[in-house]
């Protein structure tokens, strides 16, 4: 079986959090989702874990970082087309996230990074599978 990954991501609002990446196309587990929970569906193998800020602190010993102030995560997610990476970032933003830098174009691989409500920021890039060894 391959792995599974599940980011788990603190938020404040999760009904907040869950209408913006439902704009953005993505879907929720209903088996895995509650008032302090929701499974993103990103793929068949990646999830992310939106918490809320209560129900994260069960995982943790330590204080909740202000993704607004600091960064404590990138999360990267390849995309098949620069067409496709635009088409995840405008929605963001058009959600009501923000653009997190300057697109960066290298010929071979395409980035746009945004933040989300939380502040948390996802990059979404395209890499060209014949510069991918």
């Known amino acids: 079986m391959p792995s599974k990954i599940f980011v788990n ?5 999760l009904d907040r959090s869950k209408a913006f990446f439902g ?4 879907t ?6 509650d008032a302090t929970a929701a499974c993103m569906v990103i793929n068949d ?12 602190k069960e995982f ?16 990267a997610l390849s995309m098949d087309s620069k067409d496709e990476v635009n088409r ?6 058009k959600a009501g996230g923000s653009e997190a830098r300057d697109p ?7 980035l746009r990074s945004f933040s989300d409500l939380d502040g948390h ?3 979404i890039f395209w890499m060209d599978s014949k510069h991918v060894q």
């Open 23 to 26: 704009k953005l196309g993505y």
């Open 45 to 56: 193998d990646i999830y992310a874990m939106l918490l809320t800020e209560a129900k994260f």
């Open 28 to 33: 929720f587990n209903a088996q895995f989702t």
């Open 88 to 93: 995840v970032v405008d929605a963001g933003i």
């Open 121 to 123: 920021t996802w990059e």
């Open 60 to 75: 943790t010993r330590k204080p909740i970082a202000d993704a607004h102030k600091t960064t404590e995560v990138l999360i």
């Open 104 to 110: 960066q174009d290298y010929g071979f691989m395409f």
């Open 9 to 13: 991501l603190p938020v404040k609002d």
